[in-house]
């Protein structure tokens, strides 16, 4: 399995960004996908995952403000980050989980003004 990741990039505190990570490859129709991020200096940390039925688990810090969802036609899951804050700035990682877990490469999340 592949993931390509994409969305990432320099916002301001207070805006939004969209992450999509699109997976290729022997997909399984039961999966979870979703992100983990991880800031410098600190460990890798759950953010947002999804399963293949809708259901959703999200970190504490992002309720209300990060929304994931998913495409299972086109094996894509989607990360609409609002209200940004300085402390969301992190590399994120999309995860595909099925038979094995898979990594995408990480797309960087810069919140500043």
């Known amino acids: 399995v592949q993931l390509q990741a994409s969305g990432g990039g320099l916002v301001q505190p207070g805006g ?6 699109a997976a290729s490859g022997s ?3 039961d999966n ?3 992100w983990y ?3 410098p200096g600190k460990e890798r940390e759950l953010v947002a995952i999804i399963g293949s039925g809708g259901s959703t688990n ?5 309720k209300g403000r990060f929304t994931i969802s998913r495409d299972s036609r086109k094996n894509t899951v989607y990360l609409q980050m609002n209200s940004l804050k300085p ?7 999309c ?4 038979a094995n877990m898979y990594w995408g490469q990480g797309t960087l999340v810069t919140v500043s003004s």
């Open 95 to 98: 995860l595909y989980d099925s």
């Open 87 to 93: 402390e969301d700035t992190a590399v994120y990682y």
């Open 58 to 62: 999200y970190a504490d810090s992002v």
């Open 16 to 21: 939004s960004l969209r992450l999509s990570c």
């Open 27 to 29: 997909i399984f129709s």
């Open 37 to 39: 991020r991880q800031a």
């Open 32 to 34: 979870v996908m979703g």
